[in-house]
């Protein structure tokens, strides 16, 4: 995810400049700071390690959205309201073309990123999966709700894919609501 405030943002853009041009264990801490031009006590007042300063830090979700999800909202329908939630939060986060590129870059060439983001992902995946199975109960086991969240990541990397190939054609969360409405109406 991308960071929200400025100097978290140009710490977590340099971070990804300097894995991608040394390979995550090519720098350290001391060189992002320099890169940035901040103390070393302010980059980490702003990320809490090397890996989060590239990756971005964990972030909480919405609160009001996680209420209004759990509470059957905001249409009733599961699928789409899966939906309007990861629109919310990509509407909330925008990255650029540029930023994307060079994201996706670094994670099919450094294994050490591309390791630690599907361990966060995996995370991710298994608290959502809790609360999908929370908010329909015996009607979505852990299971089945960890299932319905892969889709969701398939359908996420299928819109990166359609933003890269036609940036004009709307954002990364128009993609995306475009695919995962036309996979729910499927079903």
Known sequence: MRPANGAAAAIHRAALEMTDEFGFDGWTMDHLADRVGVSRRTLF???PSKMDAVLGPEQEPDPELLETFLGGGPTGHVGRDLGALVRTVLDAEPI????LVLVRHVLTTDKHVL?????????????LAELISERDGDQMTPELAGVVLHLVIVVFNASLDAYLANPSAGTVADHFTRIFDDLVDLF
């Open 96 to 99: 650029d073309h540029d930023e």
């Open 115 to 127: 390791d630690a983001a599907r361990t966060r992902f995996k995370q991710i995946v298994v608290q």
């Open 45 to 47: 007042n702003h990320v």
